[in-house]
């Protein structure tokens, strides 16, 4: 039997398993890496990923054993818990191309589907970089960072990915993590004083919504978690068509939509369709706020 450990902080709304594994180790008086082989998984076993992303489930047994959470609240804490809400598989693609055609072009949003331009974009999961180049590890906001002690202070899992822009709690932007499990530092950009856009606060509160409770509120109806995710993702996808292969009224739509969102079309991405998770961060935070910028026109 697991000896439970006397002392294990609560896991906070939403946060990454690597952000409370940080802060286990940190009432033991231990390092994380140490926590891991030495006391959560087998002897001999090898080293784990990605945690955020997948952690064993030998892991995710004995760590819901040594605190008393329970296992699904556990498994929840990294992307692999969100399957199939936030992405469909963190499996490879059975043919390639078909997870992307799958999540991105089932609906549409300002553009028909027929005038979906086709690509084949393969080895692709929803949210998750391409590239991991000149990107943030982690964001945190500066307000938690500089009003909360470290041993407190909590990383959620959605500000692993590219989805949101602002804290839920404060309404202010995010601002890059770095270091060993994104605990080492950050370093506020002064890019980031400026107020977040009413739209870009709206919609992040509605994918805080869609993770807390499953459900987002919009004002004709609700749509489950997982229609959320796709129809940000699919709206985010005709954001990039390139404007040339647009009838008339659909990109007149979408170069009403990047001016009021105040950048230029596409994120200033020339010439042939990106793929937005592997564009740097500044680039993808443009695309955020266009998107924002649409569904509030269409709310």
Same mark, same amino acid.
């Given at each position: 039997?697991?000896?439970?450990?006397?002392?294990?902080?609560?896991?906070?709304?939403?946060?990454?398993?690597?952000?409370?594994?940080?802060?286990?180790?940190?009432?033991?008086?231990?390092?994380?890496?140490?926590?891991?082989?030495?006391?959560?998984?087998?002897?001999?076993?090898?080293?784990?990923?990605?945690?955020?992303?997948?952690?064993?489930?030998?892991?995710?047994?004995?760590?819901?054993?040594?605190?008393?959470?329970?296992?699904?609240?556990?498994?929840?804490?990294?992307?692999?818990?969100?399957?199939?809400?936030?992405?469909?598989?963190?499996?490879?693609?059975?043919?390639?191309?078909?997870?992307?055609?799958?999540?991105?072009?089932?609906?549409?949003?300002?553009?028909?589907?027929?005038?979906?331009?086709?690509?084949?974009?393969?080895?692709?999961?929803?949210?998750?970089?391409?590239?991991?180049?000149?990107?943030?590890?982690?964001?945190?906001?500066?307000?938690?960072?500089?009003?909360?002690?470290? &041993?407190? @202070?909590?990383?959620? +899992?959605?500000?692993? *990915?590219?989805?949101?822009? !602002?804290? =839920? #709690?404060?309404?202010?932007? $995010?601002?890059?993590?770095?270091?060993?499990?994104?605990?080492?530092?950050?370093?506020?950009?002064?890019?980031?004083?400026?107020?977040?856009?009413?739209?870009?606060?709206?919609?992040?509160?509605?994918?805080?919504?869609?993770?807390?409770?499953?459900?987002?509120?919009?004002?004709?109806?609700?749509?489950?978690?997982?229609?959320?995710?796709?129809?940000? &993702?699919? @709206?985010?996808?005709? +954001?990039?068509?390139? *404007?040339?292969?647009?009838? !008339?009224? =659909? #990109?007149?739509?979408?170069? $009403?939509?990047?001016?009021?969102?105040?950048?230029?079309?596409?994120?200033?991405?020339?010439?042939?369709?990106?793929?937005?998770?592997?564009?740097?961060?500044?680039?993808?935070?443009?695309?955020?706020?266009?998107?924002?910028?649409?569904?509030?026109?269409?709310?």
């Amino acid at each position: 039997m697991t000896q439970r450990w006397p002392l294990h902080p609560t896991p906070g709304h939403g946060e990454a398993l690597t952000s409370w594994l940080h802060r286990l180790a940190t009432v033991h008086g231990t390092h994380v890496d140490q926590l891991v082989r030495h006391d959560l998984i087998p002897p001999g076993a090898p080293a784990p990923g990605s945690l955020d992303l997948d952690a064993p489930s030998e892991l995710i047994t004995t760590l819901a054993a040594r605190t008393g959470v329970p296992m699904e609240q556990v498994r929840r804490m990294t992307i692999a818990g969100w399957v199939p809400w936030l992405l469909d598989s963190l499996q490879p693609e059975p043919t390639p191309g078909v997870a992307f055609d799958t999540y991105v072009r089932q609906d549409s949003v300002l553009v028909t589907s027929k005038e979906h331009p086709h690509r084949e974009v393969v080895n692709w999961r929803a949210w998750l970089p391409l590239n991991s180049k000149n990107r943030p590890v982690s964001r945190v906001c500066p307000v938690c960072v500089e009003s909360t002690t470290a &041993r407190a @202070l909590t990383f959620p +899992l959605i500000m692993q *990915l590219p989805i949101t822009l !602002t804290c =839920p #709690r404060h309404g202010c932007r $995010l601002d890059a993590a770095f270091g060993p499990y994104a605990f080492f530092g950050w370093e506020h950009s002064k890019a980031n004083d400026r107020p977040a856009p009413r739209q870009v606060v709206i919609q992040d509160a509605r994918t805080e919504q869609a993770l807390r409770i499953g459900t987002v509120v919009l004002p004709r109806r609700a749509v489950h978690v997982g229609v959320w995710f796709r129809l940000l &993702r699919t @709206l985010i996808e005709e +954001l990039s068509i390139p *404007l040339s292969k647009l009838r !008339t009224r =659909p #990109r007149r739509a979408i170069e $009403l939509i990047w001016r009021k969102a105040g950048h230029p079309a596409r994120a200033g991405i020339v010439g042939a369709a990106r793929t937005y998770e592997t564009l740097p961060w500044p680039q993808q935070e443009m695309y955020l706020e266009a998107a924002a910028t649409a569904l509030l026109q269409k709310s």
